[in-house]
Nanobody, 115 residues
Framework: QEQPVESGGGLVQPGGSLRLSCAAS????????MVWYRQAPGKQREFVAY???????AYADSVKGRFTISRDSAENTCSLQMNSLRPEDTAVYYC?????????WGQGTQVTVSS
């Protein structure tokens, strides 16, 4: 299986936190970057954050200061810590691995922010 596997989604109240994880099947040396996207109902999929093999990160303006991406190269996993969640963060969150053999998408994990 080449696709990454996401976990950690769920229902949380506004202002709460969730931590998403993405487990890649490829070796860390073959992964150039791991990227999180999200897609809300009726909207296009949008970029959330990425982290490169060297540890460089970038965030969408909408999540900057609230979300933190990190990577455990030894475990081939990537995490997205989401704090101060808002109803507009509700979406299916997808992990993408950018590898030397191509890009692979996970199946997604649902995040719902609601009171």
């Amino acid at each position: 299986q080449e696709q990454p596997v996401e976990s950690g989604g769920g229902l949380v109240q506004p202002g709460g936190s969730l931590r998403l994880s993405c487990a890649a099947s490829q070796s860390s040396s073959s992964i150039n970057a791991m990227v999180w996207y999200r897609q809300a109902p009726g909207k296009q999929r949008e970029f959330v954050a990425y982290i490169t093999r060297s540890g460089s990160t970038a965030y969408a303006d909408s999540v900057k200061g609230r979300f933190t991406i990190s990577r455990d190269s030894a475990e081939n996993t990537c995490s997205l810590q989401m704090n101060s969640l808002r109803p507009e963060d509700t979406a299916v969150y997808y992990c993408q691995t950018n590898t030397i053999r191509g890009q692979y998408w996970g199946q997604g994990t649902q995040v719902t922010v609601s009171s």
